[in-house]
């Protein structure tokens, strides 16, 4: 039988769901990480389909003064 495999994780640190790289432990990381976890559990993405690291860019409609 084989030994399982332990995963220290280190204080202030928390795994990632997808890629399995530890991350800082904040409250916008534990938001993503739930998010993650509820793209692949229910709504049945798969991890290749997931973009860990994504930015997204606001356009502003621009005015012009008459």
């Known amino acids: 039988m084989a030994e ?3 995963i220290v994780i280190p204080d202030g640190k928390i795994c ?3 890629d399995g790289k530890f ?11 739930t998010i993650e976890k509820r793209l692949v559990n ?3 993405y798969l ?8 930015t997204s ?3 502003l409609a ?3 003064s008459m």
């Open 23 to 33: 991350r800082n432990d904040t409250l916008e990381e534990y938001v993503r990480q």
């Open 16 to 18: 990632d769901y997808i």
């Open 42 to 44: 229910e709504h049945k």
């Open 62 to 64: 621009t005015t012009t």
């Open 4 to 6: 399982p495999k332990v």
């Open 57 to 59: 860019y606001l356009r």
């Open 47 to 54: 991890p290749p389909q997931i973009r860990i690291e994504y």
